[in-house]
């Protein structure tokens, strides 16, 4: 079965291409301000609109940090995070545990797998501290 890439607007891609050229993850409104800085400005609900589409065509992945933000990148940069649920720091994990886990071969027809997420929540070493 082969997979085709699903059609974007010149708008998705700009986003994409923004999320691309950055190291890290970048939220709504970060996106929102670098494409008014490249003078390519667009409504802040038209990027969160935008990035949803691309969520669904999975080109793109989003991360809930628990101070309801949300981050974005491309769904090809495997990365996981440890975040902390009290003061919200993260760090990334170094390689990723899910890789090594196959997914069930008798579903392959009945669901396509677009990207997965995997994200650790606990105390930093800060807060820890502070609590104890």
Known sequence: ?????PEITKR???LLEKLKKC??????QE????LIIDGKSM???TVY???QVLIKNGLIRSRHLPTGEVLYTPVDRDIHHLTCVQCGE???VEGCPVKEIHSPKKNTKKFQLLFHTLEYF???????????
């Open 49 to 51: 609109r935008n990035l």
């Open 12 to 14: 998705q891609e700009q």
């Open 122 to 132: 606990g105390l930093c070493q800060n807060c820890y501290q502070t609590q104890s």
């Open 31 to 34: 996106l929102h301000r670098q």
């Open 90 to 92: 993260t760090s990334k």
């Open 1 to 5: 079965m082969m997979v085709t890439k």
């Open 43 to 45: 409504g802040l609900t």
């Open 23 to 28: 190291e890290d993850e970048l939220s709504g």
